[in-house]
């Protein structure tokens, strides 16, 4: 029987110190349960969405030293685990380093070889859609195939791990292989059809609405059809690549033969999950009791992707602007719900535009909370931008041009006092951080004020339609 550990590493971008240190102590934590195969995250050294970090060399000299560290670190037991593979001997067609996507396994101070000789295996299919933008970095098994004029099939082998006189076949494949759905080939079937055990899939996936019931049932369907198990290893952590947050949600899962979901870690949560695997049977079995998860998947992504902003930013405090509105409210209690009261300020900021109703609201809405709220009527700033600038003079070479403000430039004028003179400034003097309480409803129309409502530090609803805030 063979005892195989995952842990859902929370991986810091960009850090590799501090991931190798995270890694470090779960080698030594997985070697006191006598674990015979630790298997951690897709580039859980590196981070994954981190831009032009990939382009640096001394990152990957990094990479490929911590790297080794871990291989160091892996005495007696057989670590599996994602990182850069660099091959200086070639170059991408932009004339820069050679990169692979790759998964290792190391043992004693030694990368593990697969059958085909190579001590690491690149991830086969790269993906290029929404966020991701692997192509731009790395180089995929099929062009480096195609370059050697062979086969993918040919160059994507499986590992031969030797345990107490057993001998486990594994294939290990990379996020994004096990979504073959609309691809021209599948790696996992490629794999299954070189006589394997068990597939391991590492991954870097982040959160989406549903993806996890579409994995289930695009994961399930393949491995019904290939009869084999697999161990579905995901990060956590959170993403920032200066324009989008993306939240992991780990959730490790395992799967029989027959495709069934056998067991789902707890998403966001610091989940070591240990299994043992009978080879002759290809049964795989959670040590502990792992339900698949049911429940809402929104609310959690939100609050977990809240608490690991503000931590890497290190922000412990937060200014948010309410109207008495729907968007401010559900922010604010967003944010209440991982942070103390004390350390929330609300702000309602009326002109003699806003009614004696969305005054009270906020101001009830600040009660339910327990937060502390202020009220700072805008009248008098708004009056004195106007004053200053309708009616302006403005000299030219040829004539003066005289500045008029239109009704609607007056209301823009309310959304950016309010942020860049109220919101700004209070978030300075409290510590701290403001808010842009904005929905995916009303930037897709345009509803918004540049420089205004617009503005803050981060928008956490910015992803949700109206329905769904």
């Given at each position: 029987m063979i005892r195989i550990s995952t842990v859902q590493l929370s991986v810091i971008p960009g850090n590799i110190r501090a991931n190798f240190e995270q890694m470090e102590r779960e080698i030594q934590n997985a070697r006191k349960q006598n674990t015979d195969i630790l298997i951690f995250p897709e580039l859980c050294l590196s981070g994954y969405m981190i831009g032009d970090l990939w382009e640096q060399n001394a990152f990957l000299r990094e990479c490929e030293r911590y790297g080794q560290k871990i291989a160091d670190a892996a005495e007696n037991i057989i670590v599996i685990f994602g990182n850069i593979a660099v091959d200086p001997k070639k170059k991408n067609n932009d004339g820069r380093v050679r990169k692979y996507n790759a998964a290792f396994a190391a043992c004693n101070g030694q990368f593990l070889k697969n059958d085909r000789g190579l001590s690491y295996t690149?991830?086969?299919?790269?993906?290029?859609?929404?966020?991701?933008?692997?192509?731009?970095?790395f180089t995929s098994l099929p062009e480096l195939a195609a370059e050697e004029n062979q086969s993918v099939s040919s160059l994507l082998a499986p590992f031969t791990f030797t345990i107490r006189q057993e001998t486990l076949r594994a294939g290990i494949v990379l996020?994004?292989?096990?979504?073959?759905?609309?691809?021209?080939?599948?790696?996992?079937?490629?794999?299954?059809?070189?006589?394997?055990?068990?597939?391991?899939?590492?991954?870097?996936?982040?959160?989406?609405?549903?993806?996890?019931?579409?994995?289930?049932?695009?994961?399930?369907?393949?491995?019904?059809?290939?009869?084999?198990?697999?161990?579905?290893?995901?990060?956590?952590?959170?993403?920032?690549?200066?324009?989008?947050?993306?939240?992991?949600?780990?959730?490790?899962?395992?799967?029989?033969?027959?495709?069934?979901?056998?067991?789902?870690?707890?998403?966001?949560?610091?989940?070591?999950?240990?299994?043992?695997?009978?080879?002759?049977?290809?049964?795989?079995?959670?040590?502990?009791?792992?339900?698949?998860?049911?429940?809402?998947?929104?609310?959690?992504?939100?609050?977990?992707?809240?608490?690991?902003?503000?931590?890497?930013?290190?922000?412990?405090?937060?200014?948010?602007?309410?109207?008495?509105?729907?968007?401010?409210?559900?922010?604010?209690?967003?944010?209440?719900?991982?942070?103390?009261?004390?350390?929330?300020?609300?702000?309602?900021?009326?002109?003699r535009f806003n009614s004696e109703t969305t005054k009270n609201l906020a101001r009830r809405l600040a009660e339910n909370l327990e937060a502390p709220f202020v009220e700072l009527p805008i009248d008098s700033f708004i009056n004195e931008t106007v004053s200053q600038i309708d009616d302006l003079q403005?000299?030219?070479?040829?004539?003066?041009?005289?500045?008029?403000?239109?009704?609607?430039?007056?209301?823009?004028?309310?959304?950016?006092?309010?942020?860049?003179?109220?919101?700004?400034?209070?978030?300075?003097?409290?510590?701290?951080?403001?808010?842009?309480?904005?929905?995916?409803?009303?930037?897709?129309?345009?509803?918004?004020?540049?420089?205004?409502?617009?503005?803050?530090?981060?928008?956490?609803?910015?992803?949700l339609w109206k329905h769904q805030i």
């Open positions: 690149i991830k086969t299919l790269l993906p290029d859609y929404r966020q991701f933008d692997d192509k731009r970095h996020c994004e292989d096990s979504w073959d759905e609309n691809a021209r080939l599948s790696p996992m079937e490629i794999l299954s059809e070189k006589n394997i055990d068990i597939l391991f899939n590492l991954s870097a996936s982040p959160f989406t609405l549903e993806k996890n019931d579409k994995r289930h049932r695009l994961f399930s369907a393949s491995l019904s059809r290939l009869g084999c198990p697999m161990l579905y290893i995901n990060r956590r952590g959170l993403e920032n690549n200066g324009k989008d947050c993306y939240t992991y949600d780990g959730m490790t899962a395992a799967y029989d033969p027959k495709g069934t979901l056998l067991a789902e870690a707890v998403p966001y949560q610091a989940e070591r999950s240990c299994f043992s695997f009978d080879i002759a049977a290809k049964k795989l079995t959670a040590e502990k009791e792992m339900k698949p998860f049911r429940g809402d998947m929104l609310l959690p992504a939100l609050r977990y992707g809240l608490k690991e902003f503000l931590s890497a930013i290190h922000a412990g405090r937060v200014v948010i602007g309410i109207s008495g509105g729907i968007d401010s409210a559900v922010n604010a209690a967003l944010y209440r719900s991982v942070l103390p009261a004390e350390n929330l300020l609300l702000v309602n900021t009326p002109t403005i000299p030219s070479p040829s004539d003066m041009k005289t500045l008029h403000l239109t009704g609607f430039m007056k209301e823009n004028i309310q959304a950016r006092d309010r942020s860049t003179r109220i919101l700004a400034t209070l978030s300075s003097a409290f510590g701290g951080i403001f808010t842009c309480n904005a929905n995916k409803t009303e930037l897709t129309v345009g509803y918004g004020t540049l420089y205004g409502d617009l503005s803050g530090a981060l928008a956490a609803t910015a992803d």
